[in-house]
């Protein structure tokens, strides 16, 4: 059992850099953009996807104070935030808009997408990843009588239910995931607000080691999934 908790820690960890190395691929530039990070923890993830796409103004909304502070130690426009609700900003303000795995912690998801199709400008994009509900790691827990490791329970009893989850009943406060997607129903959330989907793919295949679960592209069974989308006009009505 010992032996599974830590290759599953392994996993998570390498799991984190992986999903980073992976959105950064997923992003095109975009010459003095002004970007947002939703969701930017300490700020470091979001310099380096400033740099990639060649921001020149770099914001971020942030809901744990400590984190804000560092972010902004970093030199990035932070708001200390719930990004659940309407966005401190006004229409059309980014170029383009990023959040790693927060859109699972929010309690209102549909105004969490509205806001991000509102504030992005025309043919602005966006890239979300968040964990998957149907990745193999959830669906063998599900079949062996354990609860899935995306799926929380309690924001005080962290990860209970698993018994190889590493972190499996740690008394700690945190922000649960509140709602956990499959591929199609991400892609179907952003396409119902408006937003059109460039791309849908999957990072890593748990319970695989890395080196091969990183060559995982499919969304379907991976560990997260993420959605490219971007604003585009309508055409105009033929009426």
Known sequence: MQFVKGYMRHLL????????????????????????????????FTRQIAEKIGAKRIFGIEIDRNNAHRARDRGINIIL?????????????FDVIVSNQVIEHLNNTDVFVREILRTLKQDGY??????????????????MGFQPPT????????????????????VVKHFAHRR???????????EFHGLKCEQLTGFGLH??????????????????IAI?????AMPPSSL
């Open 151 to 170: 799926a929380h329970v309690s924001d005080e009893l962290f990860a209970c239910g698993n018994p190889f989850n590493p972190d499996n009943n740690i």
């Open 180 to 190: 956990i997607f499959t591929a199609l129903a991400l892609k179907s959330l952003f």
């Open 81 to 93: 935030a719930d990004a659940s609700k309407d966005f401190p900003f006004r229409d059309e303000v």
């Open 126 to 143: 966006c890239v979300v990843a968040t964990p998957n509900l149907a990745g193999i790691h959830n669906i063998i827990s599900l079949f």
């Open 13 to 44: 960890v390498g799991m984190q850099q992986l999903t980073e190395e992976k959105l950064l691929g997923l992003l095109t530039k975009v010459p003095d953009a002004t970007l947002l990070d939703i969701g930017c923890n300490n700020g470091v």
């Open 228 to 232: 490219k989308a971007s604003k585009t």
């Open 207 to 224: 319970p695989l080691p890395l080196f091969i679960s990183g060559l995982v592209k499919s969304s379907r069974y991976s560990a997260v």
